[in-house]
């Protein structure tokens, strides 16, 4: 690592993204003079980088500077080495993994589906994606892998190689770790002032030389982040060498995030790995209490799961549901609908839209008589479809309308609704056989009360997709964790659990469960 690197460290919560990254911007704008096109900060994630950067235009000195013009200065570590080492190239899509299932034999031969064809799921694209990480040959890193990768060989894997490379090469794509492996081989260094690296504890070997280079010429280089929060080490990031090179490391100790219980429950969940490297941090928490439960499962009742679901439905706060595996999402999602609770992946959109909720509420009273909004009307329009509209789709249909009130009697005179297609019934038949139990569903969420307007409260995500952010509660999922990776387990947990500002849930079958207050 580069001689001129200095490292903030700091728990879950206590300002590392949102106080310490600001205030060191600040600082090189006016102290320094730096100019804000020649400061880089890079992080690993599109969320947490537009984080970063909505913080760093409320100031003052970045009144008259737009978002589009960050584009490259604040991003993650992709999109800046893509941009400062690739003319064109596109990065592979699904429709590229179908393509390549299709030509190549050795595929086929091993009968992948196109379901299990893109980066995250098919065996040889994690393979190669872990060996660029580690900065290993394959041969090396099959070596020293003890994974299976859908029962691949090592000679399979050197066959698929060239294979995608050449497929690459004609349909000028790339993959995500050519990104880096380019820009280290082909870029040249940049001339900035200052980089700084938010969440740096993720970043593989492979990551980190590229690093090294985009800070060539920097006179500042920032490593931010908290070596207990290393959960990417499948992937080649290092717990230990960010342990080691941080030590007598600027650190923060106040926290912002959680309350004394979460602070508590966490400092429990990591003081085995505090004990290993020496390394008893300072993390206070708010002044906000909160609650501690354990819950058996989601399926069985008990006082811990009343008060969860009472909590849901009655408050404005917002709700974290995290898992170590994927199989525990299918009945986090089972859990949802039964009870009626609106969710969303992280990152993604709604189960069910708020316009498909609002026209599920609206629809009765507007066919008995109600007159509705033009808004309302289109997205009725937009959600139901041709099969009760007359002519033309979408809101274009109502160029010309008055902004006002409309009854279902003036949709009628108009020829835009069929009179045998107003009854609320012929509404809902509109969903096909199986998204009967959508409607279902939706009757639910519609019957709890939910806010029409608000953003969704509820979502869930395993803990890889979690980092850096904040919810109100968290409900985290320990039954699928694997004891015998104990660190990297207590890492996820610590990860998990920090997540929250007030209570916790936590899910174990093996433990007793209670109401207690922690």
Not at 188 to 206: R, W
Not at 427 to 449: D, H, P, Q, S, W
Not at 473 to 493: A, C, G
Request: aromatic content about 12%; charged content about 30%; hydrophobic content about 30%.
């Amino acid at each position: 690592m580069s001689s001129k690197l200095q490292f903030m460290v700091g728990p879950p919560g206590t300002g590392k993204t949102s106080t310490f990254i600001t205030r060191k911007y600040t600082e090189l704008l006016i102290n320094k003079k730096f100019n804000y096109k020649r400061i880089i900060i890079l992080s690993h994630t599109n969320v947490a980088a537009d984080e970063i950067k909505d913080e760093i235009l409320k100031l003052d000195e970045m009144k008259d500077v737009t978002k589009k013009e960050l584009k490259y200065n604040i991003c993650t570590i992709h999109r800046y080495c893509k941009k400062k080492a690739t003319i064109g190239e596109e990065v592979l899509d699904y429709e590229d993994y179908k393509n390549l299932c299709r030509i190549d034999s050795i595929f086929q031969r091993h009968k992948v589906t196109q379901s299990q064809f893109d980066n995250r799921e098919h065996g040889y694209f994690k393979f190669v994606k872990e060996a660029y990480g580690f900065n290993r040959s394959l041969k090396e890193h099959w070596k020293k892998s003890n994974k299976k990768y859908n029962g691949y060989s090592i000679t399979d894997i050197e066959l698929m190689l060239p294979i995608v490379e050449k497929y690459n090469k004609e349909n000028g794509k790339l993959d995500f770790h050519d990104m880096i492996k380019r820009f280290i081989d082909k870029a040249i260094e940049p001339n900035i002032d200052a980089l700084i690296v938010d969440e740096a504890q993720d970043s593989n070997k492979t990551q980190k030389i590229a690093l090294d280079k985009i800070a060539t010429n920097a006179k500042e280089y920032w490593f931010v982040g908290d070596p207990d929060q290393t959960i990417f080490e499948w992937a080649g990031a290092n717990a230990h060498e960010f342990y080691t090179l941080s030590k007598g490391a600027k650190e923060l100790e106040q926290g912002h995030r959680c309350s004394k219980t979460i602070n508590d429950l966490c400092k429990n969940i990591i003081k085995p790995i505090w004990d290993h490297y020496g390394t008893h941090r300072i993390w206070k928490p708010t002044d906000t209490k909160g609650n501690y439960y354990h819950l058996p499962n989601l399926k069985n009742n008990c006082s811990a799961m009343e008060t969860l679901l009472d909590k849901i439905k009655n408050t404005t706060e917002t709700f974290l549901f995290t898992y170590r595996q994927k199989p525990s999402d299918a009945w986090i999602k089972k859990f949802f609908k039964q009870h009626g609770i609106e969710f969303a992946h992280v990152g993604s959109t709604a189960h069910v839209s708020k316009k498909e909720l609002r026209c599920h509420k609206y629809w009765p009273d507007f066919i008995k008589g109600r007159p509705m909004t033009l808004k309302q009307i289109k997205d009725f329009w937009n959600y139901i479809g041709s099969k009760v509209i007359v002519h033309g789709k979408g809101e274009e249909t109502f160029d010309g309308w008055i902004n006002k009130f409309y009854t279902v009697n003036d949709l009628i005179d108009k020829k835009y609704l069929k009179e045998n297609c107003v009854q609320y019934n012929d509404f809902a038949l509109i969903r096909t056989k199986t998204e009967k139990e959508r409607i279902v569903y939706i009757n639910k969420i519609l019957r709890n009360g939910c806010d029409l307007e608000e953003n969704i409260r509820v979502k869930y995500a395993n803990i890889h997709k979690v980092k850096g952010l904040t919810f109100d509660n968290v409900i985290v999922d320990e039954t699928r964790f694997r004891p015998e990776d104990y660190f990297s387990q207590l890492r996820l947990k610590y990860v998990a659990y920090s997540r929250g500002k007030y209570d916790c849930w936590k899910i174990a079958s093996q433990d007793k469960y209670t109401l207690g207050v922690r």
